[in-house]
T-cell receptor
Framework: KAGVTQTPRYLIKTRGQQVTLSCSPI?????VSWYQQTPGQGLQFLFE???????NKGNFPGRFSGRQFSNSRSEMNVSTLELGDSALYLC??????????FGPGTRLTVT | QKEVEQNSGPLSVPEGAIASLNCTYS??????FFWYRQYSGKSPELIMF????GDKEDGRFTAQLNKASQYVSLLIRDSQPSDSATYLC????????????FGTGTRLKVLA
């Protein structure tokens, strides 16, 4: 089976811009979670989607949003980018909502 | 107190030795426990998961869970230099807020 794919892999944006990241889960997986990883904070949970519904949300401001499509693909959007949003954004998919399998990540740099 | 705590390391062990990685968690409602390995510049890779008290073995890896002590560990037998990575402990709780909590990871260095 193909693994989790994320696009783009690298992105450079300017403060104030917005960005959309995409994630395609493993075939058959209906749960998609998003995480932000930074050297100082580690892996921080953003949100989880299951069957197009947001099932849970972490402690991030409303500038961070997401959605899931009927084919389980998910997008994450960050509006009004700040320098502190520079991070590795990881998507993880799961069949049952337990074991998660991560994609390669999108490295976002905000200048 | 962090919800999931790990010693940041680095933990250095000689090749062939047993590496012991530890993790404690604060929420007694936690029900599922996971170990991930993350090489520098790569994404986390699931190594093992454990749901019940006791030991679970998979090849050179053994996960140990003690819910009474709120403690989960990962043992790596016959450590190899290729095992050098950061090991992340993750806890999932299904009571209250349904989400994963990750520790900040322990960096393991296996010395050849």
């Amino acid at each position: 089976k193909a693994g989790v794919t994320q696009t783009p892999r690298y992105l450079i944006k300017t403060r104030g811009q917005q960005v959309t990241l995409s994630c395609s889960p493993i075939s058959g997986h209906r749960s998609v979670s998003w995480y932000q990883q930074t050297p100082g904070q580690g892996l921080q949970f953003l949100f989880e989607y299951f069957s197009e519904t947001q099932r849970n949300k972490g402690n991030f401001p409303g500038r961070f949003s997401g959605r899931q499509f009927s084919n389980s693909r998910s997008e994450m959007n960050v509006s009004t980018l700040e320098l502190g949003d520079s991070a590795l954004y990881l998507c993880a998919s799961s069949f049952r909502g337990y074991e998660q399998y991560f994609g390669p990540g999108t490295r976002l740099t905000v200048t | 107190q962090k919800e999931v705590e790990q010693n940041s390391g680095p933990l250095s062990v000689p090749e062939g030795a047993i590496a012991s990685l530890n993790c404690t968690y604060s929420d007694r409602g936690s029900q599922s426990f996971f170990w991930y390995r993350q090489y520098s510049g790569k994404s986390p890779e699931l190594i093992m998961f454990i749901y019940s008290n006791g030991d679970k073995e998979d090849g050179r890896f053994t996960a140990q869970l003690n819910k009474a002590s709120q403690y989960v560990s990962l043992l790596i037998r016959d450590s190899q230099p290729s095992d050098s990575a950061t090991y992340l402990c993750a806890v999932k709780r299904t009571s209250g807020t349904y989400k994963y909590i990750f520790g900040t990871g322990t960096r393991l260095k296996v010395l050849a």
